[in-house]
């Protein structure tokens, strides 16, 4: 079955506490993406990868990182989380190298920072 | 920049009606178009995405519809039923840049 997936779904972590949230897909597709969603702010992308090796900034990309060193992994790294990093996280994906293919998404990682 | 607008921002309607959300954008210069659904506290899943090029797309009771000289695209259910209830989000994609997500229509459907 075609899929993202995403891991953890839930994490409850305290302030400084690195973290990493996997992200990977089956479908060999090039572009992958990182977006946080927000009550009253909607879905805002973080980081973007148009393919192994080649990352970049999104909207928000401030206390992230991310790296693209295989096709279907594409993790995403809090070095020091602080509690306005408390979102719903998703990972995305698409075939499209231009990204003008259909973007898929995983199920979401509910990240908690107290 | 691209701005992204979805009116209105929550429906309600009774079972079987056909109903139009709506989504506007500010630059015309775009790529594609995708319509989602997202169920409460889950990810999001594509709808219908409708290139540049085309003026509809349509999946079974959904009909999405693009005119980007004006800026808007619509999203049409016909015979809505409970089970259509979510927040549908639509996405604008200009080409090498961010996709800019609108905020969603909440839509109840009421048996």
């Known amino acids: 079955e075609a899929q993202v997936t995403q891991n953890p779904r839930y994490l409850i972590t305290v302030t400084g506490k690195k973290l990493t949230v996997t992200c990977s897909q089956n479908m060999n597709h090039e572009y992958m993406s990182w977006y946080r969603q927000d009550p009253g702010l909607g879905l805002r992308q973080i980081y973007y990868?148009?393919?192994?090796?080649?990352?970049d900034k999104g909207d928000v990309p401030e206390g992230y990182k991310v790296s693209r060193k295989e096709k279907r992994n594409f993790p995403l790294i809090l070095e020091s989380p602080s509690p306005n990093q408390t979102s719903l996280y998703f990972c995305?994906?698409?075939?499209?190298?231009?990204?003008?293919?259909?973007?898929?998404f995983g199920e979401g990682s509910r990240l908690t920072v107290l | 920049k691209q701005e992204v607008t979805q009116i209105p921002a929550a429906l309600s309607v009774p079972e079987g009606e056909n109903l139009v959300l709506n989504c506007s954008f500010t630059?015309?210069?775009?790529?594609?178009l995708q319509w989602f659904r997202q169920d409460p506290g889950k990810g999001l899943t594509s709808l219908l995405l409708?290139?540049?090029?085309?003026r509809e797309q349509t999946s079974g009771r959904l009909n999405a519809s693009l005119d980007k000289s004006s800026g808007r695209s619509t999203l049409y259910i016909a015979a809505s039923q409970p089970g259509d209830s979510a927040t549908y989000l639509c996405?604008?994609?200009?080409?090498?840049?961010?996709?800019?997500f609108g905020k969603g229509t909440r839509l109840s459907v009421i048996a």
């Open positions: 990868s148009m393919n192994v090796e080649v990352t």
């Open positions: 409708i290139q540049s090029s085309q």
């Open positions: 995305a994906s698409s075939w499209d190298r231009t990204n003008t293919g259909e973007l898929f």
């Open positions: 996405a604008v994609n200009s080409g090498n840049t961010p996709l800019v």
């Open positions: 630059d015309s210069a775009i790529y594609n």
